[in-house]
């Protein structure tokens, strides 16, 4: 099945033949302090931690024109106007009506589409990404371009490619859990979206045009600098069906794990402290009929689990592994009805061939990545995509991260399990020894996820709390960063424009001695915002990145509407952003700088 395959991409990998060090990690404590492959060698004399002022107007905006600071204000003034935010969307109509398209793309490129887009294409865009490198910051580069569908048409390309064969013409039932099927009023998922691209499936064609969009944005990162990231969202490469019932497996696995700790009285610890006693275990499943007694005992071996006699998490995603013969029962009770059931349901032979090409291209996205030297993240996505995406990203991480981290997933902290995750996926890549690499992100999709959760009828996903999200990201990023201290082939963006956060991060690197020349933590923020974080990082020596879009005036529409919403309230509240560019303006004013042309 092709569910199964997406389990054994590890498998089927050559290289990773040596990667299965499950039983050493039994027989020997997990790697800590000192102890994980790639430690950094003994300390060298460095220069103290640079010291960065963001309070700093003229450092600030040194790469800068004048009339760069201007449109700057400009733009921050109405993104903070209710009225115009309201019909932006309509007076931009209007406007085009009115100017004709010539005029309009001018006018878009004197206000919010030179703020926020780099320009039309690969050609255009090297200016400013030479200019920004030239003044430390770097670029992740992502082709800005997307289908402006209405309301209608993405609803029904939603309903339509997240739903089974099998589920519309009636020959199976949809076993899924709430949360992993499609909800007609939920089919666009732009509603209540203002931060993040969506996609939605039209054909195995249009997932072609997308990777090779991909593999563009890669080689032009590639040729603009030597490193460079590149941006990929995983919908954009297949129909989302698999996606959801994928997640749906993963999540079913994992909970049927804590029922089984809950039973053997583990309830509620932390992921990475839970851990099944073995026999007890063998004694649990085989009361279920899953398998004969003999069977089961097969599953649970030095070979495949080591000698400690305990089962945790990272072992019990392991007995899904081809290479078991677990995989044929694996079924899990139904919380509703106590009947067992199949984890894994049945696809076409077309299902099973899309989702195929979905893992190829997938691995000519990492091929290219790799040829050219760039590093790909792997965008989050909504919650009932997620689990999929992660895992998908992880079997990436195992196959290209073994010298250097190539792949970086990203990590959602406003969602409730995000610390489960960073901290199992840390001590996986510990075990099979490839490099860790991360994006820390608070999350794109709060408004949509909560009202998802409550119309439906299932746990809210998200931290209750702003602030229990902003204790959760710095809880995370606390945990990586003393993960990178001991381990120099690990690496993180902190991909934030909270001022407080990358304060947090400078502290703790100094803290930790984790100096910016190592080049293991990285900051990001989008072009067009928060220049008085990123550029004051870049100037003293840390790795900082701007994302960076580009594409045709009418083709990122979508995307310039976004950045106008996008937190409105941060909008309203850059009261500090908007007074340091009034300061520097009238600095420049009053020295007779006006004309200043950044060098």
Not at 304 to 322: A, C, E, Q, R, Y
Request: with cysteine; hydrophobic share 40%; proline share 4%.
């Amino acid at each position: 099945m092709a569910l199964r395959r997406a389990w054994s991409l590890r498998a089927t990998a050559p290289c990773l033949a040596s990667l299965s060090s499950v039983p050493a990690a039994h027989e020997q404590p997990s790697a800590g302090p000192g102890d994980v492959p790639g430690c950094r060698a003994a300390e060298t004399v460095r220069p103290p931690m640079p010291a960065v002022d963001f309070g700093n107007a003229q450092e600030a905006y040194r790469s800068r024109h004048s009339w760069e600071l201007a449109r700057n204000l400009l733009v921050l003034r109405l993104c903070a106007w209710p009225a115009l935010l309201a019909h932006h969307e309509q007076l931009l109509h209007i406007a085009r009506k009115f100017l004709g398209q010539r005029m309009f793309d001018r006018l878009m490129k004197m206000t919010f589409y030179g703020q926020f887009v780099a320009g039309e294409d690969q050609e255009s865009i090297r200016p400013l990404i030479h200019r920004n490198k030239a003044f430390g910051v770097g670029s992740i580069l992502d082709y800005g371009v997307e289908d402006d569908l209405s309301p209608e048409e993405a609803e029904r390309k939603e309903m339509e490619s997240c739903t089974s064969a099998a589920e519309k013409d009636g020959s199976g039932t949809n076993k899924r859990e709430k949360q992993y099927q499609a909800h007609r009023a939920f089919g666009d998922r732009r509603d209540g979206v203002i931060s993040a691209r969506t996609y939605f499936y039209a054909n195995e064609a249009k997932c072609d045009s997308h990777m090779e969009t991909f593999l563009r944005c890669i080689e032009a990162s590639g040729g603009a600098s030597d490193d460079g990231f590149a941006a990929i969202k995983l919908t954009a490469l297949g129909r989302p069906q698999f996606l959801l019932q994928f997640s749906d497996v993963l999540t079913k696995w994992r909970r049927f794990f804590h029922q089984m700790a809950a039973e053997q009285g583990q309830a509620g610890r932390a992921a990475m402290d839970t851990k099944l006693e073995v026999v007890a275990l063998q004694e649990s499943v085989a009361k279920m009929g899953i398998a004969s007694r003999a069977e089961i005992e097969d599953w649970f071996t030095p070979e495949t689990l080591g000698v400690s006699g305990t089962m945790d998490l990272l072992d019990w995603n392991s007995l899904i592994d081809s290479k078991t013969q677990l995989s044929k029962h694996l079924v899990v009770p139904n919380t509703q009805t106590g009947q067992l059931e199949p984890l894994l349901s049945g696809l076409t032979e077309e299902e099973e061939q899309q989702m195929t090409r979905m893992l190829q291209r997938m691995d000519m996205l990492a091929k290219k990545a790799t040829e050219v030297g760039v590093r790909l993240m792997v965008d989050a996505e909504q919650s009932y995509f997620q689990p999929a995406i992660s895992r998908l990203a992880l079997e990436m991480q195992r196959r290209f991260n073994m010298d250097k981290p190539l792949i970086f997933n990203t990590y959602q902290c406003y969602l409730k399990d995000a610390y489960d995750n960073v901290t199992l996926d840390v001590e996986l890549a510990r075990r099979e020894g490839w490099c860790f690499g991360a994006k820390l992100v608070r999350g794109a999709y709060m408004a949509q996820e909560r009202a998802r959760a409550a119309e439906i009828g299932y746990e809210d996903p998200i931290n209750p709390t702003y602030e229990a999200t902003n204790d959760m990201y710095h809880r995370c990023l606390n945990y990586v960063l003393e993960e990178l201290k001991h381990n120099g082939k690990a690496e993180v963006m902190v991909a934030s424009h909270n001022e407080d956060t990358v304060r947090f991060t400078l502290q703790r690197m100094e803290e930790l001695g984790l100096h910016p020349a190592d080049h293991q933590v990285y900051f990001g923020q989008l072009l067009g915002m928060c220049d008085q974080i990123s550029f004051p990082l870049g100037q003293a020596g840390f790795s900082v990145y701007k994302y960076v879009p580009y594409g045709p005036v009418m083709e990122v529409l979508p995307y310039l509407s976004r950045r106008a919403l996008e937190n409105s309230g941060i909008m309203k509240g850059a009261q500090r952003e908007r007074q340091l560019l009034w300061q520097e303006l009238k600095r420049r004013l009053f020295t007779g700088s006006l004309l200043y042309r950044p060098a």
